[in-house]
Nanobody, 122 residues
Framework: QVQLVESGGGLVLAGGSLRLSCAASGRTFSPYGMGWFRQAPGKEREFVGVISSKGITYYANSVRGRFTISRDNAKNTVYLQMNSLKPEDTAVYYC????????????????WGQGTQVTVSS
């Protein structure tokens, strides 16, 4: 079992930045690919980005160039740095642990955090 806890959400003005953290505990963290997903009100959860166990990242088109994922295996933590935030980024953000190579599909992920709310006001 892997337990995941997100933090760092909040309210920010459009154009601002936030950094989300996802702290893992339980099983060894480093072999997992760590994904970020988000769910806006009335919408399905969607892929944001992922970092593989080897540190390779890829992102959804909607956030590429604005969001950056990193991981610190010594701290069992993955980060989502969000810059140039837009109102349409408003959502609950979830981190998830899954296949080491990473995946855009939430069905591939075994463990999920409880989510953290990000609200971007215009």
């Amino acid at each position: 079992q892997v337990q995941l806890v997100e933090s760092g959400g909040g309210l920010v003005l459009a154009g601002g930045s936030l950094r989300l953290s996802c702290a893992a505990s339980g099983r060894t963290f480093s072999p997992y690919g760590m994904g970020w997903f988000r769910q806006a009100p009335g919408k399905e959860r969607e892929f944001v980005g992922v970092i593989s166990s080897k540190g390779i990242t890829y992102y959804a088109n909607s956030v590429r160039g604005r969001f950056t994922i990193s991981r610190d295996n010594a701290k069992n933590t993955v980060y989502l740095q969000m810059n140039s935030l837009k109102p349409e980024d408003t959502a609950v953000y979830y981190c998830a642990a899954g296949p080491g190579g990473g995946s855009w599909s939430e069905r591939q992920y075994d463990y999920w955090g409880q989510g953290t709310q990000v609200t971007v006001s215009s």
